[in-house]
């Protein structure tokens, strides 16, 4: 019963922290922060791509979600990937 209760704290705890990481890192709502790693990503992105940031790629997603927050799909994804990390680290500790 232990683990079930850690694998729902952990996926609950990265729901949460999902937004504050994404902004800690430079992808705000305001935009990607100057100076900021994301600024970095963004910048490696578009000399790799030829100038600009390709829809899809990773920068382009996660600035999305910086901007607007996580969608449901990638609130539940996120979730998962939580709650599936904390059951396989209660499994093996």
Request: proline share 1%; net charge neutral.
């Amino acid at each position: 019963m232990g683990s079930y209760l850690f694998a729902a704290c952990a996926a609950g705890g990265a729901v949460i922290s999902a937004p504050l990481v994404l902004g800690a890192v430079g992808f705000t709502s305001a935009g990607i922060a100057a100076g900021s790693y994301a600024a970095t990503m963004m910048s490696s992105a578009a000399i790799a791509n030829g100038g600009g940031v390709a829809a899809g790629s990773a920068v382009a997603v996660l600035q999305s979600a910086g901007m607007a927050g996580l969608s449901t799909t990638a609130t539940a994804a996120v979730a998962s990937a939580g709650g599936s990390v904390a059951g396989l680290l209660a499994v093996l500790i």
